[in-house]
């Protein structure tokens, strides 16, 4: 098959995907579904969902608003924080593939980082994964959950991690692929994200870097 013609296949998979089930928008529910609906219709055919009032009861969404509160409980415990020049970790720059820099600091400095972002050089995240709730946080654990109580239903078993992360709107999470289920509950503020089907894999550019040493 030529290329042209292979081209032609992607496009009409691509097309036919959108038509059969994926759709041109992301679908809202106002309610948190049941184990077996979210199973069903967002699981198994591998479709994103954005849900709303599914965490209202939560206590984080009144308490982590105000930093004073996150001081008080966790102020002088040190965390894990990244630190980029531009916000982009984990991404290729100058053909290099950069990630950001590690270090620890006490909850307050980190805070004041989140407070003032123009007096301080770089761009702060905390984002270490690998459940850092559960690891770094937990004296404000009670506030939140460790599992969503239906998606653990759906999927058969309890969070693998559960992670705390946050930062200001500099910093970007790369273009990557997760090999697993997430949820992402937002406790305060915003996050975008742009999502591509598996169908759309051939229309995303990448590249191979080999690098040899004698």
């Not at 184990?35 to 709303?52: D, G, M, S, Y």
């Not at 969070?159 to 273009?175: E, H, K, L, Q, Y």
Request: glycine residues 4%; contains cysteine.
């Amino acid at each position: 098959m030529s290329t042209k013609g292979l081209d032609l296949c992607f496009d009409e998979l691509s097309l036919e995907a959108k038509e059969l089930y994926l759709g041109d928008e992301v679908q809202y529910l106002d309610r948190a579904p049941s184990a077996i609906e979210f199973l069903r219709n967002w699981v198994c055919p591998n479709k994103p969902v954005i849900i709303k009032n599914a965490i209202d009861h939560w206590p984080a969404l009144q308490r982590w608003e105000q930093h004073s509160y996150l001081r008080d409980k966790i102020g002088n415990k040190e965390v894990t924080v990244t630190a980029t020049p531009n916000g982009y970790a984990d991404a290729v720059h100058q053909n290099k593939f950069i990630m950001p820099e590690e270090k620890t600091m006490t909850m307050n400095s980190f805070l004041d980082i989140m407070e003032t972002p123009e007096n301080y050089n770089g761009v702060y995240y905390v984002q270490k994964q690998n459940s850092n709730f559960t690891a770094e946080f937990s004296e404000i654990i009670d506030d939140a959950e460790k599992e969503i109580p239906w998606a653990s239903e759906a999927l058969g078993k309890c969070p693998d991690a559960v992670n705390f992360w946050m930062g200001d709107g500099r910093a970007v999470t790369s273009m990557h692929k997760d090999h697993y289920e997430n949820l992402y509950c937002v406790v305060s503020g915003q996050k975008h994200f742009i999502l591509h089907p598996p169908t759309d894999l051939p229309f995303i550019p990448y590249g191979f870097q080999f690098i040899y040493s004698t």
